[in-house]
């Protein structure tokens, strides 16, 4: 298993410290679930952007534009 340093304040890690006492988790595991947790939200938003920019439409529409297309009452929905 491999070691990662990270460099904190005092003040960061007397924050962090007791965040890890509050959770009941040690800060090894905050900081790996924290890093891995980050590097999925921007591989989902990569993914999304890519989607977006392969997909495009030619047209999009409001929800009252179709709301309105289809005929039905918006207040009803």
Known sequence: ???ITV???DEEKAIIQKY???SKVNIS???RES???KID???D???IREYEKNNKLEQTYSFDEVVK???YDKELL
Do not use: C, H, K, N
Request: proline content about 0%; overall charge negative; glycine content about 4%.
């Open 45 to 47: 938003l990569e993914s």
């Open 35 to 37: 890093i891995l947790e």
């Open 41 to 43: 939200e921007v591989m």
């Open 69 to 71: 297309e289809l005929g």
């Open 1 to 3: 298993m491999a070691t």
């Open 7 to 9: 460099r904190v304040s």
């Open 29 to 31: 595991d905050i900081a």
């Open 20 to 22: 890890a006492e509050f």
